[in-house]
């Protein structure tokens, strides 16, 4: 079974400042890889995915991240916080083997961008 | 090219009675998933669905609740009985046909909703 841990459900940056959003993974084959952000009251939205290849993946708004197969991690970063980037983002997998691709998510790490 | 769409967005029932979640998928998007975000939780998958078929409902509580993406219109997802533990955000998610696991989802917007 997979299973995805982010720790910590809240990060406070300043604007201007590294975001760092941690997600670690634990699956019996190197899983595909996801990271979705979330608004108040609204859907997810696709930020950057890992499946094969490079293993530094960049997304939309500046965001990437890094599969790191060693560490099982797929780390969130972004070198300059703005305020629209506070949010809630999701890491989440999915088992590139299955039958099926649905998706395993971990709590989500609320994002707080100070002035 | 309109997104996935949900309705209704905000649903109130009080204990007892039925709640009916409707979800289109993106056109072109023949795989449908329902997942469920509770307070202070991520999201828990519930089940996937192709056209008239379950493919996967290993997240779907035993009893009361029911989904169904028949051939033509939206996909349902039924709790029947609903109690103020299934409050909650719904969400759907579509993907495109061909090999899973490598597409991602693109999810609508949610339903919450609201057991009094």
């Known amino acids: 079974a997979q299973s995805v841990t982010q720790l910590g459900s809240h990060v406070s940056v300043s604007e201007g400042a590294l975001v760092l959003l941690r997600c670690n993974y634990s699956s019996s084959v190197p899983p595909y890889l996801f990271w979705y952000v979330q608004y108040p009251n609204q859907g997810l939205q696709l930020l950057l995915k890992?499946?094969?290849?490079?293993?530094l993946v960049k997304g939309i708004n500046g965001f990437e991240a890094e599969f790191k197969k060693s560490e099982t991690s797929f780390h969130l970063t972004k070198p300059s916080a703005h305020m629209s980037d506070a949010a809630e983002y999701f890491c989440?997998?999915?088992?590139?083997?299955?039958?099926?691709?649905?998706?395993?998510f971990g709590k989500g790490i609320t994002l707080s961008v100070r002035p | 090219n309109a997104g996935v769409m949900q309705n209704p967005r905000h649903l109130v029932r009080r204990r007892g009675q039925e709640a009916r979640l409707r979800c289109s998928p993106m056109k072109g998007h023949s795989h449908v998933y329902w997942y469920r975000q509770l307070p202070e939780e991520g999201l828990k998958f519930m089940v996937y669905?192709?056209?008239?078929?379950?493919?996967?409902e290993s997240g779907m509580p035993k009893e009361r609740f029911s989904a169904e993406f028949p051939k033509e219109g939206p996909s349902i997802l039924r709790i029947q009985q609903v109690v103020r533990g299934d409050s909650a955000a719904y969400f759907c998610?579509?993907?495109?046909?061909?090999?899973?696991?490598?597409?991602?989802?693109?999810f609508g917007p949610g339903t919450r909703l609201t057991v009094t």
């Open positions: 890992y499946t094969t290849g490079a293993t």
């Open positions: 989440a997998v999915s088992d590139p083997e299955g039958a099926n691709s649905k998706l395993t």
């Open positions: 669905l192709q056209k008239e078929n379950i493919i996967d």
């Open positions: 998610a579509s993907s495109p046909p061909g090999v899973a696991g490598g597409y991602e989802q693109y």
